[in-house]
């Protein structure tokens, strides 16, 4: 089946660093999703990308549609100790459908 | 607005016991999951539903079935639970096929022991 490839798989950084994460397909995707979960709670949509080479921001978060269709980054601007949590992409493969793949997380610490 | 709304959040079962879980979504959408989520696994589909009446397969269907009866809920069930299926169980609503927004609930702790 189709894989989403997230990473990194964990970051450790200090409070006011700038975060960078993305995900990788070997299928193309027409969306690109990219959710937060907090601990205890479940994925909270974050920004959801439809064109490729889109850029979208939310705050002092930006993602981005890769040119290839295959890829999609998140970055995140001078972080907080509330932006701790998992990180997730999700996509859904070219000419619709009712399932979205999900990747297998980033999971942020951020130190004060 | 509740949004997705899953019950119970947490449950600890014995081998062999039966329970299930519910999803309530008052969005009005047409589209509802069952996800689970293992540590290093990320989130894996158990079944779905495209509208009401209507119900299928995901990625990891084995030992639960469901039910999608009235257009706000689905129903996941175990009808003889095991310890691999502890786990922490997503549920998701989406408005239409189109729309690629997915909307989850809170998540229900199951043990089983």
């Known amino acids: 089946g189709q894989q989403l490839n997230q990473s990194p798989q964990s970051m450790f950084i200090q409070e006011g660093e700038d975060v960078s994460m993305n995900c990788t397909s070997s299928?193309?995707?027409?969306?690109w999703l990219w959710y937060k979960q907090d601990p205890g709670e479940g994925p909270v949509l974050l920004i959801a990308l439809y064109k490729a080479g889109e850029l979208t921001s939310n705050g002092r978060l930006t993602a981005q549609f890769g040119i290839t269709r295959k890829d999609s980054f998140l970055n995140i601007s001078a972080s907080i100790p509330s932006d701790v949590g998992i990180y997730f992409c999700a996509g859904r493969t070219q000419g619709g459908s009712e399932k979205l793949v999900f990747g297998k997380g980033t999971k942020l610490t951020v130190n004060p | 607005n509740a949004g997705v709304t899953q019950t119970p959040k947490f449950r600890v079962l014995k081998t062999g016991q039966s329970m299930t879980l519910l999803c309530a979504q008052d969005m009005n959408h047409e589209y509802m999951y069952w996800y689970r989520q293992d540590p290093g696994m990320g989130l894996r589909l158990i079944h779905y539903s495209v509208g009401e009446g209507t119900t299928a397969k995901g990625e990891v269907p084995d030992g639960y079935n469901v039910s999608r009866l009235k257009k706000q809920n689905f129903l996941l069930g175990l009808e003889s639970a095991a310890p691999s299926q502890t786990s922490v169980y997503f549920c998701a609503s989406k408005r239409t096929l189109l729309e690629a927004e997915a909307f989850f609930g809170q998540g229900t702790r199951l043990t089983v022991v």
């Open positions: 299928s193309i995707f027409n969306t």
